[in-house]
């Protein structure tokens, strides 16, 4: 496992020189005005590399449990079962994305880390990603919430607790896959850091976002995080995330939502969850609203630029080409290693009627118990 940390970059150059040298020096007024007025946010500033590195280890159970002690008893339970023990040393990452979202948090125990960890059986053995949003508290950053919608966002870690929740399942029964789990863990909070609306930031894969609600901060950390699993081809890749409002609009908070690319694995998830009476109903990517993504000075927005419904689709259609290893997402088609990548997203409630709950897991668990090495 490597605990990473994405460090806030201290101080920033005064924006107007960096302006003023990358306006066109021979730009007439009006234009030399235009360049002013449309430069985003982001790109004032002086250079500020995104990047994340490995900052403590963890070589004994003892140590581990040290530094569980703050936890509940049944969630250090939960995280001492991974034997959480193996670290690489001063991996950097530029996690674009995740550093956006949670760098205008400054206490450093809620810096934003990317927890990645791997449990490696046999080569043989099929390889399962799974990918949880961990924001532990979302503010809404600058695109700030009501004060009656912040008091349900200690839930907002609820995907990275579904993920551990279903490692510790997988691990606990020792099925024969090989397992990798991806936890990006933030908080979206306001401060002259903030990331801003209009920003554009470039992701791991390369692939730039332009910032049309800084709300929407739960998709741009998986977006990294994806895209770091996928590099690896696993054969079955797995996001839970309590992503978006509009899922609840459409389906209410006892049934979760999914979203996946492959109609037969879609058709497994759907048998096992009604066996296991995990209430799920799959939604569509629906490629028509691909389009509302588009941006005029990046690959993507993290939302619609009309605004308009059906963002629950268009989240999972943001997530989609990270997902499948293509830069920017736009439209259908495979990653580089020449075969699409097997993805399923779950967009939870994560406490359906005020209580925490499950939603997915059970029915996942079936799946990733059945699943064959992909040829």
Same mark, same amino acid.
């Given at each position: 496992?490597?605990?990473?940390?994405?460090?806030? @970059?201290?101080?920033? *150059?005064?924006?107007?020189? +960096?302006?003023?040298?990358?306006?066109?020096?021979?730009?007439? %007024? %009006?234009?030399?005005?235009?360049?002013?007025?449309?430069?985003?946010?982001?790109?004032?500033?002086?250079?500020?590399?995104?990047?994340?590195?490995?900052?403590?280890?963890? =070589?004994?159970? #003892?140590? !581990?449990?040290?530094?569980?002690?703050? !936890?509940?008893?049944?969630?250090?339970?939960?995280?001492?079962?991974?034997?959480?023990?193996?670290?690489?040393?001063?991996?950097? /990452?530029?996690?674009?994305? /995740?550093?956006? *979202?949670?760098?205008?948090?400054?206490?450093?125990?809620r810096l934003p880390r990317l927890v990645d960890f791997c449990s490696t059986k046999d080569p043989s053995f099929p390889t399962v990603a799974l990918v949880g949003k961990g924001v532990c508290f979302d503010t809404g950053g600058l695109s700030m919430k009501s004060p009656m919608g912040m008091l349900s966002m200690k839930k907002d870690m609820g995907g990275a607790a579904h993920v551990i929740g279903l490692a510790r399942l997988i691990l606990s029964q020792d099925l024969p896959v090989n397992l990798r789990v991806l936890v990006p863990c933030v908080e979206n909070n306001v401060d002259a850091a903030s990331i801003r609306?209009?920003?554009?930031?470039?992701?791991?894969?390369? #692939?730039?976002?332009?910032?049309?609600?800084?709300?929407?901060?739960?998709?741009?950390?998986?977006?990294?995080?994806?895209? !770091?699993?996928?590099?690896?081809?696993? &054969?079955?890749? @797995?996001?839970?995330?309590?992503?978006?409002?509009?899922?609840? *609009? =459409?389906?209410?908070?006892?049934?979760?939502?999914?979203?996946?690319?492959? &109609?037969?694995?879609?058709?497994?998830?759907?048998?096992? =969850?009604?066996?296991?009476?995990?209430?799920?109903? $799959? !939604?569509?990517?629906?490629?028509?609203?691909?389009?509302?993504?588009?941006?005029?000075?990046?690959?993507?927005?993290?939302?619609?630029?009309?605004?308009? =419904?059906?963002?629950? /689709?268009?989240?999972?259609?943001?997530?989609?080409?990270? #997902?499948?290893?293509?830069?920017?997402?736009?439209?259908?088609?495979?990653?580089?290693?020449? $075969?699409?990548? +097997?993805?399923?997203?779950?967009?939870? &409630?994560?406490?359906?009627?005020?209580?925490? &709950?499950?939603?997915?897991?059970?029915?996942?668990?079936? *799946? /990733?118990?059945?699943?064959?090495?992909?040829?």
């Open positions: 496992m490597h605990s990473l940390l994405l460090p806030r @970059v201290a101080g920033r *150059v005064a924006p107007f020189p +960096r302006l003023f040298s990358s306006a066109r020096s021979s730009a007439s %007024p %009006p234009d030399f005005l235009a360049d002013f007025s449309t430069v985003p946010p982001s790109l004032l500033a002086g250079p500020a590399p995104p990047t994340c590195k490995v900052v403590e280890t963890v =070589a004994t159970k #003892a140590e !581990l449990a040290e530094k569980l002690g703050s !936890l509940s008893p049944d969630v250090r339970s939960a995280l001492a079962s991974l034997n959480l023990l193996s670290f690489s040393p001063g991996r950097l /990452i530029p996690c674009g994305l /995740i550093h956006a *979202v949670g760098r205008a948090t400054e206490a450093p125990d609306p209009l920003d554009v930031v470039t992701s791991l894969s390369g #692939a730039t976002a332009e910032i049309g609600n800084t709300d929407a901060e739960g998709r741009l950390v998986l977006a990294d995080a994806l895209s !770091l699993a996928a590099a690896r081809e696993p &054969d079955l890749l @797995v996001d839970f995330a309590t992503l978006t409002g509009a899922a609840r *609009v =459409a389906l209410g908070s006892a049934v979760g939502a999914f979203f996946c690319n492959c &109609d037969s694995l879609a058709s497994e998830i759907s048998r096992a =969850a009604a066996e296991q009476r995990d209430p799920l109903w $799959r !939604l569509p990517l629906y490629e028509g609203y691909d389009k509302r993504l588009e941006s005029k000075i990046a690959d993507r927005r993290n939302v619609p630029g009309d605004g308009g =419904a059906g963002g629950a /689709i268009t989240a999972a259609l943001f997530l989609r080409g990270f #997902a499948e290893g293509r830069k920017g997402g736009e439209g259908e088609g495979e990653g580089g290693g020449g $075969r699409k990548q +097997r993805w399923v997203h779950f967009d939870v &409630d994560g406490m359906p009627g005020g209580k925490p &709950d499950v939603s997915g897991m059970r029915a996942m668990f079936e *799946v /990733i118990k059945g699943l064959e090495k992909s040829e």
